[in-house]
Nanobody, 126 residues
């Protein structure tokens, strides 16, 4: 059973940077997909970025150029580098995973993630 634990959240001023991490345990061999999502108070959860075990990535337009998803496959850690943070980036950030999953190409895929972490809070202030 895959388990995910996020870390790296915190409070930062607008324009600052944070790097979120998501440590995965119980990972089995094979293709997988992972992603970052966020949910602000009173708003629905929204996708931020996704990555495949093969290295394909996809980023939502709202964060493209500011956020970058990456992974350390050997350590089973997922990252989200967040630069030029804005107040509207304030949210709880969650990582998610799905085994036996793969994607490629340029279109951002729709993936039914079935494993979720508990989240890490990011607060951006002026």
């Amino acid at each position: 059973q895959v388990q995910l634990v996020e870390s790296g959240g915190g409070s930062v001023q607008a324009g600052g940077s944070l790097r979120l991490s998501c440590a995965a345990s119980g990972v089995t061999a094979g293709d997988y997909c992972m992603g970052w999502f966020r949910q602000a108070p009173g708003k629905p959860r929204e996708r931020v970025a996704v990555i495949s075990s093969g290295g394909s990535t996809g980023h939502e337009d709202s964060i493209k150029g500011r956020f970058t998803i990456s992974q350390d496959k050997a350590k089973h850690i997922l990252y989200l580098q967040m630069n030029s943070l804005k107040i509207e980036d304030t949210a709880m950030y969650y990582c998610a995973a799905k085994e036996r999953c793969a994607f490629g190409g340029t279109a951002l895929p729709t993936i039914s993630f079935n494993v979720w972490g508990k989240g890490t809070q990011v607060t951006v202030s002026s």
